[in-house]
């Protein structure tokens, strides 16, 4: 298998489910400027564009962050990375993959946009996002992980996209749970191996 990625992208929390699922792979990089990597024009694997994608062995192509770390967790069910089909805990799981998702992902992408200035995107970041940190703080002061005492596959995308905050000058200081969900992430050899492959500096 090949994954796809950009250095400090959302390409990281595939990465890290694949380490957790014990998987061998090899990672790609992609020039996003350029839509290049080593192998050439990136558009011939996705005609996104976008990151993460993951190569089957057979070639087939899997896109979209969210559904990569279903089909890693659905392709190695010893390892408990999802909830069994049909349980109620799977459907939690998929709604928290959604969350992150569609509105942490989505909504930090906003604040990396050069089609907004820096006003409006505070103003997002004050009127929305906080709105969202504080529903994940709370879910955390309870849970050591979104699925309550055991690391899943959203937790991993959830890191992924906390990781963001800093780089675009966003306090995260009043967030206690979060840090310490954080840095129990950190302590994890799948995202130390992870950042480490990226060349991301400990966080």
Not at 96 to 108: E, I, Y
Not at 118 to 124: G, N, P, Q, S, Y
Not at 174 to 187: K, L, N, P, T, V
Request: proline letters at 5%.
């Amino acid at each position: 298998m090949k994954l796809y990625y950009a250095v400090g992208s959302c390409g990281l929390s595939p990465q890290i489910v694949l380490r957790e699922a014990g998987q061998a792979f090899e990672l790609v990089k992609v020039d996003f400027a350029t839509k290049t990597t080593v192998e050439g024009d990136y558009l011939k694997v996705t005609p996104k564009g976008f990151v993460p994608a993951l190569k089957l062995d057979d070639g087939e192509v899997i896109t979209e962050g969210a559904v990569l770390l279903q089909w890693i967790a659905d392709h190695n069910p010893e390892r408990g990375l999802l909830p069994a089909f049909g349980t109620s805990e799977r459907y939690r799981a998929l709604e928290w993959l959604n969350v992150v998702a569609t509105d942490l992902h989505k909504g930090m992408a906003m604040m990396f946009s050069p089609f907004l200035d820096d006003a409006t995107k505070k103003r997002f970041a004050d009127g929305f996002l906080a709105g969202r940190f504080a529903v994940i703080e709370a879910h955390l002061s309870r849970h050591d992980y979104l699925l309550g005492s055991e690391f899943s596959a959203p937790d991993a995308y959830l890191y992924n996209v906390l990781c963001w905050p800093v780089r675009v000058g966003i306090d995260m200081s009043g967030y206690s749970a979060i840090e310490r969900f954080m840095q129990r992430m950190d302590q994890r050899p799948s995202v130390q191996t992870a950042r480490e492959a990226e060349g991301l500096p400990p966080r």
